[in-house]
């Protein structure tokens, strides 16, 4: 069965960075739109960035520019690099993954949770001011 797990979360003071990976198995990794989402603690889920089967990103505007979202079809791997933290990134971010490919959609549609058949258990990040 599909698997996705994170790993990489911590504690790390504002301006800091951390690089978080997602190990997947069971799937062809190569075929499936990636995803992070994260959520604090009394919010709901929220999307952090994409990556599409094909290589193209979508960042949420309160990362863009601070993060960064790559893949490693060969090792079923998704990294997600994170820098210039700030207190309000503190969250458990999830990986998330779906089929897609041969698929576009928009922005829209990549930032939902609908978009997303498997998600990984999460893992914590925070930052102190």
């Known amino acids: 069965q599909v698997q996705l797990v994170e790993s990489g979360g911590g504690l790390v003071q504002a301006g800091g960075s951390l690089r978080l990976s997602c190990a997947a198995s069971?799937?062809?990794?190569?075929?499936?739109?990636m995803g992070w989402f994260r959520q604090a603690p009394g919010k709901e889920r929220e999307f952090v960035v994409a990556?599409?089967?094909?290589?193209?990103?979508y960042y949420a505007d309160s990362v863009r520019g601070r993060f960064t979202a790559s893949r490693d079809n060969a090792k079923n791997t998704m990294h997600l690099q994170m820098n210039s933290l700030k207190p309000e990134d503190t969250a458990v971010y999830y990986c998330?993954?779906?089929?897609?490919?041969?698929?576009?959609?928009?922005?829209?549609?990549?930032?939902?949770?609908?978009?997303?058949?498997?998600w990984g258990q999460g893992t914590q990040v925070t930052v102190s001011s």
């Open positions: 069971g799937l062809t990794f190569s075929s499936y739109t």
């Open positions: 990556i599409t089967w094909s290589g193209g990103t």
């Open positions: 998330a993954g779906d089929s897609k490919v041969g698929t576009y959609y928009s922005y829209n549609y990549y930032s939902g949770v609908s978009a997303y058949k498997y």
